[in-house]
């Protein structure tokens, strides 16, 4: 017998944790009243530790040269129509220097799984960042390395990995990759960051293909379990040259859900109104703050590049997503109650 919803509501907001059925019926109660009291509560929850501010990050998209080959991504190897692009080193501190005139206290370098960025190349680009900028933090989003890879990167100084488990179940992960992916790899790799030390984030798409009510109950207890610094969830985007291509996008009602389900489960977590949403919605990086996210990643790659990283269609890079729009940003942000802030935004920890 199913609970009544209200009941798992409650549940959630006093415990922090639910069964994976019961996630399955509050994914399935979505309606505009849960839609509203599980967004109250969130907020609640997210007052407690960040009041009303917002992190800001700058992305700078380091490379779009991947050696694999998932089928939803754009900038996948076997992807033809992808203008190839890599930043130097020297590139990368440039945008470093021009985010730190703006006020960004938190560098992400994203990229493909460029092998031109060997762990000597980016341990001596991180050590060079937190020389010239020892109060800011850097986080890295480069995909699956070697424990050892991931060792290294933590000593040279990095503080924060992003790699999103993509989804928590087995074979759904294997309709989204090529077999040279594996989502026991991807686990491994989680596990790696956090005993290496990383704030980590994990996440997935919202919709992605074949993706069912139950996959995302599943992606909720996983993350419950994992307990995250960071979650990084948006919705799912078509790309032209993908074989996802004529797939339907996610749905940015049902993300910003989720994002006030996550706020619930952990209540201190890092989570970003991704681009995804942004792209989809026009004020969808508004709503998703509304309802829990309390982190923003504005583009800070050299606009000659931006254009390429194009991991969906469409993707925003400018207006308010550009790291240089960030009067802009700051405007929208505060028109809906909230405030940017320039520190650096760790994690926050209990004890
Ligand atoms: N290569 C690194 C990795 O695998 O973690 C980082 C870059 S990867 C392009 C960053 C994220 O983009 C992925 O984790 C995936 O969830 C997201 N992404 C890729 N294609 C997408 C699409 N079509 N729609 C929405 N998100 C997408």
Redo the contacts with the bound molecule.
Sequence with gaps: MNKDIYEIIDKLKNTHSLTKEEYLVLIKGRNPDTTELLMKYANEERKKYYGKEVFLRGLIEVSNI?K?D?Y????RKSNPNCQRYRLTPEDILMCCKEGYELGFRTFVL????DGYFTDDILCELIKNIKKDYPDCAVTL????RSKESYIKLKEAGADRY???H?TADKNHYEILHPPSLSYDERMRCLKDLREVGFQVGC???VGSPGQTDEHIAGDLKFIEEFKPDMC?I??????KD?K?KDAKAGSVALTCYLLSIIRLIHPTVLLPATT?LGTMDETGREKGILSGANVVMPNLSPKEVRKKYM??DNKLSDGAESAQAKEELKRRIESIGYTISTSRGDVYKKD
């Design positions: 991947c694999n998932c939803y991504c754009g900038i994203q990229g493909g799984e989003s480069l995909g699956e992003l790699l999103r993509e996440g997935f798409m990084g948006g919705p799912f985007i078509p790309h993908t996802f995804a991991l969906y």
